[in-house]
């Protein structure tokens, strides 16, 4: 090449290292206008790469007492969109529509820059298949990130006592309310950049340890709990029943070992599910506890000094008045001892014990025993239970107060009282919180709850041994044996109010168990509840109490006392020829009794001749006598002069009927069904 050519060439090379340097210095120099003065300039850039999210942190475990999860939070995608990043919202929102099973028209509205903001979720945890085919359509402003999702694996156990979180983690119901903030973590807003295809990426380090929440602790045994509502489960099928409820506590420390209830739901749906169909009836329901309530009257009675246990008690041939109500037995008794009085469940010999007592130390005693305030135990919407101030009661109160009618009281408060009588006489708090464990990975237990005297150690002891007699051949409760093992228990039978016609229905009923096992060295107290069963047999011994006995038999084999459910068997009879005739009884007692009713309250009778028994009737309210021990001829007489719908099963003799003996039928309750069979003395 020639010189000139040369000198040329290299003119040309530096003109273009000028220009070079010329662009790279007004780049530079319009960078730094941009970063330094211009401060629209560096918000529009930041807002194209820079945004902030809110990151929610991973709940607490909870367990239960043997360290088995009952719920824990899972990582699941979500969907969200930048909406300043999205380049079609009408195609965007076909496409993601189509995936996430939403309206098309609703979804484009959403993903309008119109709406405000910028980043919004589109839908919360989604399918892992939704997110890959979401990623695969590669829509610009359109992302997915993963966030923690609460569990529960066991679905339906113990759903009641666990509750559940709302959408965004925060306890709405249960224990996860009652300790959201110990179980939840520190939610946290970071910054992020997002790349060209609007994915989020965080520009520093975040530690999820430092953000996770703490774990629980239950007093809940698993094992207990499936027990528990297998057989409530079960139980209802059989009955019929409404809903049920099963708890298991511990006496001595107020631990609930098992809270079963149904009807029930699954936590992981709770977005499909009714709200106050969510709630934990065993604690915020009040029900009348029925004769339950007779062993604390016998208790405080023995400790005010008022009641001796060798005392015994006239029931008046199964009727007694108190101003404003006749009180009835459902079986007619006449000289009953104190413990007898439990074990047949004596109305009359009740309200005799609570007249002897004051209504101020009979209100005070119940008080004690946990009634008409919560238990403090801390779960949600407890309910205090309904009781009347003692200065408001007439004496028809303080007779109804005496068999749990007029009272109502939550299932848990009735669990604790009866734990009070296995402990020595003494309430404790009832628990269901057992340990925490923060982030140093160690167990603290929780602190025990209040404890107070609700009666003596020899009071609690004396009526312990009463409440066996329940559970014996001639006890109400005798469907509630166990093989091997001494049982204490009480049954409980209570109407349920009719709120419209403003009285006690006669077809709808709770049926109770309180039972305490074994009653020589009380490992448990098991309470039973079913609401409202259907059909002849509705009483606390008949469907509450074999209820009892399968719940304790299985968890008592799980502390190493192996037993099973086994009835009392029924106490034998002579034949009908040497049992004692019912027109004796109707004679003695009876007869008079009712033409003392009849001047008081112009009765008109209707004589019946063959069995010598007399139907009392005001109206179209009749007064049902007792029908057992008479023959299919006599008991047809009688139905027949009431003009009574009679549905006969068996042969022989009467020995139950239903509606039960002392009944009030009226509002046209024609139905008696009476089932003959072999005879049987009266319990």
């Known amino acids: 090449m020639r010189s000139p050519d040369l000198q040329t060439s290299g003119r040309r090379v530096a003109i273009f290292r000028a220009f070079m340097l010329f662009f790279f210095a007004a780049l530079a120099m319009r960078t730094t206008y941009l970063t330094l003065f211009n401060e629209q300039a560096v918000v529009r850039a ?17 367990y239960d007492r043997n360290e088995r999860t009952l719920a824990l939070s899972i990582d699941t995608p979500s969907v969200y969109a930048l909406r300043s990043e999205i380049e079609d919202t009408r195609v965007a929102a076909r496409k993601l529509a189509a995936i996430l099973e939403l309206d098309a028209v609703a979804l484009e509205k959403r993903l309008s820059p119109e709406q405000g903001g910028n980043f919004v979720y589109l839908k919360r945890w989604i399918s892992p298949e939704q997110s890959k085919r979401i990623e695969a359509l590669n829509l610009s402003g359109i992302g997915i990130h993963t966030e923690p999702k609460r569990s529960y694996p066991g679905k339906e156990l113990a759903a009641a006592v666990l509750g559940f979180t709302n959408i965004d983690g925060m306890g709405v119901r249960g224990i996860e309310q009652q300790a959201d903030r110990w179980l939840h973590g520190t939610r946290r807003t970071v910054g992020v950049e997002r790349d060209g295809h609007g994915r989020l990426f965080a520009v520093e380090g975040v530690d999820p340890h430092t953000l996770a929440g703490n774990d629980l602790m239950l007093t809940l045994d698993a094992r207990f709990q499936a027990s528990a509502e297998d057989a409530l489960e079960r139980a209802l099928e059989k009955t019929g029943a409404e809903s049920g409820i099963v708890i298991t506590l511990d006496p001595r420390t107020g631990e609930i070992l098992a809270l079963a209830e149904r009807p029930t739901f699954d936590p992981n749906q709770f977005r499909t599910l009714s709200y106050p169909d969510t709630r934990s009836r065993a604690f915020a329901d009040v029900y009348e506890p029925g004769s339950t309530l007779k062993t604390f009257l016998v208790a405080m009675a023995l400790d005010e000094g008022t009641l001796v246990p060798d005392q015994t008690f006239d029931c008046e041939d199964g009727a007694f008045r108190v101003p404003g109500r006749t009180i009835h037995d459902s079986h007619p008794h006449q000289i009953l001892s104190v413990s007898e009085i439990i074990q047949v ?12 007592l004051s209504a101020k130390a009979h209100y005070k005693g119940l008080e004690r025993f ?3 305030s919560n238990t403090g135990s801390g779960f949600p919407n407890e309910s205090n239970g309904l009781m009347r101030p003692w200065k408001k009661w007439q004496p028809v109160d303080h007779a109804n107060a005496a068999f749990g009618q007029g009272i109502s009281s939550t299932a848990i408060q009735l669990a604790a009282a009866t734990a009070a009588l296995a402990n020595e006489g003494v309430w404790v708090t009832p628990q269901l919180i057992k340990a925490r464990r923060s982030s140093d990975g160690q167990w603290v237990n929780e602190r025990p709850g209040k404890k107070h005297r609700a009666v003596s150690k020899e009071s609690a002891d004396l009526v312990l041994k009463m409440m066996e007699s329940v559970v014996s051949t001639d006890g109400t409760a005798r469907l509630a044996g166990l093989k091997g093992v001494r049982v204490s228990g009480k049954t409980g039978t209570a109407q ?5 016609a403003k009285r006690y229905s006669n077809t709808r009923y709770l049926a109770w168990f309180t039972g305490i096992v074994p009653a020589d060295n009380p490992e448990f107290v098991v309470v039973t509840l079913l609401d409202e069963p259907k059909g002849w047999a509705h009483g606390g011994g008949d469907v509450a109490a074999p209820l009892f006995a399968k719940v304790a038999a299985e968890q008592l084999r799980w502390r190493g006392i192996y037993t099973e459910a086994k009835p009392k068997p029924r106490k034998s009879v002579p034949q009908e020829e040497s049992a004692p005739p019912p027109v004796q009884l109707a004679e003695k007692k009876t007869a008079p009794r009712q033409e003392a009713l009849k001047e008081k309250t112009s009765l008109a009778s209707v004589p019946v001749r063959q069995a010598n028994l007399t139907l009392t009737q005001v109206g179209d309210r009749l007064f049902l006598p007792d029908l057992r021990g008479l023959s299919v001829a006599q008991v047809k007489e009688i139905t027949a002069k009431a003009e009574l719908t009679l549905v006969i099963s068996g042969s022989g003799v009467a020995v139950s009927q239903n509606p039960e003996p002392g009944t009030v039928l009226a509002n046209g309750n024609k139905n008696v069904a009476v089932t003959f069979g072999r005879p049987r003395r009266e319990l």
């Not at 930041?46 to 990151?55: E, K, V, Y």
């Not at 469940?345 to 002897?356: E, R, Y």
């Not at 349920?496 to 419209?500: A, C, F, G, L, P």
């Open 46 to 62: 930041d807002r194209q790469i820079l945004t902030s999210m809110s990151l929610e942190a991973e709940r607490g475990k909870i």
């Open 370 to 372: 946990g009634f008409a």
């Open 345 to 356: 469940s004596s109305n009359i010999g009740a309200t005799k014990i609570a007249f002897d």
């Open 496 to 500: 349920k109010y009719d709120v419209e």
